[in-house]
């Protein structure tokens, strides 16, 4: 989560590949909901979708910290800077993923490195129904590999298998050509711009397999 957002989702999206604009509104599960532990999802032979745990407090720090990540969330890096401790309590912010998952509200997955475990990212829906609102993040160092591409390509169609979601919307700042890019990539289509941001939307299918 944000400075700009203490209650929303690790690390937060917006200005190179890897960053996606926040979504907005309340969220909703799909009718039906039941509990659910959040899954482990192959991404490629180097990184894996995967819970937020305990020692991931160092990592949602780093996101924060990302001039970029501040740029297109409303909040600026010495906001960040002096949050207490606290704010990056991996334990605590690990519960808390873990009960939206419950709740079916924001599912949140961190990108983690297979190798040594290490968060380097995230991908997240927030549903309405059967509808999710979708933004991620990779860390500045590895931008421009198309990790957050193949996340958002392994997460979507579980998620239309195993949650029934049906369309997925994203919005990205006019200046964010690489996520435009990513958004594109993964088969969005591009319905319009709305202030600053372009709105993209793509229909998912149940027998769809990750791209």
Known sequence: MSPAEPTANPGQPGGHEGIASPPSGSTEPAAGWRPREPPLIAVDPAFVLDRWR??????????DLDPDTAR???Y??????VLPDS??????????SLRAWHEGRELNLAIRRRSDGQAEGWVELRLAGNDAEVSYNVTAELRGQGIASRALQAFLPWAAQQI???RA???CHIDNLASRRVAEKCGFVLLGQQGEEYQFRRDLDPAERPI
């Open 72 to 74: 297109f969330y409303g």
């Open 87 to 96: 704010h990056y309590d991996g334990d605590e912010r690990a519960r808390e």
């Open 76 to 81: 600026t890096v010495e906001q960040a800077q």
């Open 169 to 171: 919307h994203l919005a």
């Open 54 to 63: 305990p020692g991931d407090g160092a990592a949602l720090r780093r996101f």
């Open 164 to 166: 029934g979601l049906r």
